[in-house]
């Protein structure tokens, strides 16, 4: 009898595994077919044939002399860079809602509300504002730079406010958060109205776009999101065990001081890869990580990864959609398209969820 | 074996434990009692190393145990909180596994042998049934039994309970701390917070009583619960009696009203006093 139920229990969990593989291949499935096709989708039509062989010569697969120089451009240095940022941006803002949900126990922490999208977006309005915006490093414009700069002191100074008699505090935290957001928020509105002139740009950086960004921006974002994505996956057992509360982890042998610093660099840095090369994106980072922990639980290693590619899918077709839904050729940020349908999506989500979001 | 000298913690400016001096040592079943903000659970949390101590010393095996990295106490101390708390919807075979991390290699999975170790300590706190459910589906006394088990899942020579059993009924207060015993008898050192003086009484062989912070009595069990300490303890009137099946000393508090008599109003009682402790 008892036998019986602990094989029970063995054939549960390799079914558990095989349900997470399963659902990996199929997301990954999903998000290279996403970006094949996010490349065929634009304003100048180009058969499918010519856009997959433009692809295969632009990784240097194939050598094809017919092939039209111009259309070998247009999508593999304009449609191709951008789709690739725009998914790196969309695993960067998922993960980095997953990690500061699990790591402050709150279903409402992401990149937003914890401050670090808006201290990005200030540091990038203030150069903006300057009229820096076309002095270059890194062989792209200064603006990245200062948006990383300006998420991770935002996080500085949440940590700073958080902390009381050197503790930090995981339910002050995300009061500060959205102080310091609200705060720099202000400081964006007023930049804004004191220049005229550069409101349309910080509006793109206030709501996030892949407007005219490539390879360059993707380099640039790059190592910030590889080594963000390694801490907090390193981490994320840890995380696991501090969900049952601070002292209770410790007893279990988590060193939850370092862990917690840990996890939010690491989340920090990916949010501030995402923010300084595409400007505040929101709701990516909430809706992603609360329909994988719906589906497959809260499991955190598992949660990263299932997150990651689900926010790449979204953040693609969002801004495919940014790119074609106006009809004059103007583009919209993309963070209108995510808000949009992230902000009624999830309301559904949390009604409709019979297990509630995971959270008490 | 565990030793505390001379200990003073607290949090912020208050000082919540001022001068405990206590030896554990091995193999020993002892009760933590006392009146409610005596200091127990801070020095629980002291002797597990996760509130720091002002001054004085903890030592684990001769060793402070602040040098210890923190899965190698973890290794040798398990401990069950008075309150745990649930964010996410784990299993509670995901929860109990968790007692198995100190064994853990970085980026390793928990293994098998992890998994059968999860589900033995399950079988013997008998919630087997509930290994599929979520944590936050469980009652606040399954949920207890569920950290139980998880303490048991990670196989330490000491275990430290903290008002483990306080949501369980009658049966299921027996059934853990006949199981606690059956972990004592194994080799085991197991230290636990009561507030129920009978249940010290029937299990543990040495007690000892915090007051203000400051360990009031310290001794075998027959010796110190006794009618005047217990009273004075408390600060209120308390009577000894032996089991009538084990012979172990029982409690008795004797209300200082009574409903006694046809009117149905509460009247005083004329229990008297107990008598001063001599010496």
Same mark, same amino acid.
């Given at each position: ?105 709150n279903p409402l922490a992401d990149p937003f509300t914890i401050g670090v999208s808006a201290g990005g977006a200030f540091g990038a309005a203030l150069i903006i504002f300057l009229g820096l ?35 930090? #505090?995981?339910?002050? !935290? %995300? *009061?500060? $958060?959205?102080?310091?957001? +609200?705060?720099?928020?202000?400081? /964006? &509105? ?67 001081? #370092?862990?917690?610093? !840990? %996890? *939010?660099? $690491?989340?920090?840095?990916? +949010?501030?890869?995402?923010?300084? /090369? &595409? ?82 | 074996?565990?030793?505390i000298i001379n200990i003073f913690a607290g949090y912020q400016d208050q000082e919540v434990l001022k001068g405990i001096s206590l030896k554990i040592i091995h193999n020993e079943m002892i ?111 399954e949920a207890q039994l569920v950290t139980i088990a998880r303490a048991i899942a990670q196989t330490t020579e000491i275990l430290v309970l903290d008002e483990a059993t306080s949501n369980l ?111």
């Open positions: 009898m008892e036998n019986i139920s602990g094989t029970g229990l063995e054939h549960n969990y390799q079914h558990e595994k095989r349900r997470f593989a399963a659902s990996t291949i199929i997301l990954m499935a999903a998000a290279v077919t996403s970006v094949i096709l996010a490349c065929s989708i634009g304003r100048i039509e180009i058969p499918f044939s010519v856009m997959l062989k433009s692809l295969a010569s632009g990784f240097g697969l194939i050598h094809d002399e017919t092939l039209d120089p111009i259309h070998r451009a247009i999508i593999f240095d304009i449609r191709l860079s951008r789709v690739c940022l725009s998914a790196m941006v969309g695993l960067a803002l998922a993960v980095s809602g997953a990690a500061f949900q699990g790591i402050l126990r915006g076309s002095k270059t490093s890194l062989g792209l414009g200064i603006i990245p730079l200062a948006a990383l700069v300006g998420a991770l002191s935002a996080l500085a100074a949440v940590i700073t406010l958080a902390r009381v008699d050197g503790i930090l #505090r995981r339910d002050t !935290m %995300v *009061l500060a $958060g959205i102080v310091v957001a +609200t705060f720099l928020g202000a400081l /964006v &509105s007023l930049l804004k109205s004191l220049d005229e002139e550069s409101v349309a740009s910080i509006v793109f950086w206030v709501m996030g776009s892949f407007q005219g960004r490539g390879w360059s921006h993707a380099i640039f974002a790059f190592p910030y999101l590889i080594l963000g994505f390694i801490l907090v996956v390193t981490y994320s057992r840890e995380i696991d065990l501090m969900s049952l509360g601070d002292f209770p982890a410790r007893h279990l042998g988590v060193d939850t001081n #370092r862990a917690r610093a !840990m %996890v *939010l660099i $690491g989340a920090s840095l990916l +949010t501030a890869a995402a923010v300084s /090369v &595409s400007g505040v994106i929101g709701f990516v980072g909430l809706v992603a990580p609360h329909l994988v922990r719906m589906t497959i639980g809260p499991n955190h290693s598992r949660l990263f990864i299932l997150s990651g590619l689900l926010g790449m899918i979204v953040m693609i077709w969002s801004d495919v959609a940014a790119r074609i839904i106006l009809p004059e050729g103007e583009e919209l940020p993309v963070g209108v398209i995510t808000a949009l349908i992230g902000g009624p999506f999830f309301c559904v989500l949390l009604k409709g969820a019979k297990t509630g979001t995971g959270f008490d | 074996m565990i030793e009760g933590i009692l006392g009146p409610n903000g005596s200091g127990k659970t801070t020095l629980i949390m002291a002797l597990t190393g996760v509130v720091p101590i002002k001054s004085g010393q903890i030592l684990l095996d001769g060793k402070p145990i602040r040098t210890y990295p923190t899965r190698q106490v973890a290794k040798r101390v398990a401990c069950v909180p008075q309150k745990s708390e649930f964010s996410f919807d784990f299993s509670n075979l995901s929860i109990v596994l968790m007692g198995r991390y100190p064994y853990l290699d970085s980026w390793a999975d928990y293994t098998r042998q992890d998994r059968e170790l999860a589900e033995d300590a399950m079988r013997q706190t008998g919630i087997m049934k509930l290994a599929q459910k979520s944590v936050k589906q469980v009652s606040g006394g009924d009658a049966a299921k207060k027996i059934q853990v701390f006949d199981l606690l015993t059956k972990k004592n008898s194994e080799g085991a050192t197991v230290i636990c917070v009561l507030h129920d003086l009978n249940l010290a009484a029937l299990y543990c062989r040495r007690l000892i009583f915090l007051k203000n912070g400051k360990v009031v009595i310290d001794g075998q069990t027959e010796d110190v619960f006794k009618d005047c300490i217990l009273s004075e303890i408390y600060e209120t009137d308390i009577r000894v009696s032996k089991h009538p099946v084990t012979g172990t000393p029982q409690a008795h508090f004797v209300p200082h009203c009574n409903a006694v008599g046809s009117g149905g109003g509460l009247r005083r009682t004329g229990f008297c006093k107990v008598d001063k402790c001599d010496g």
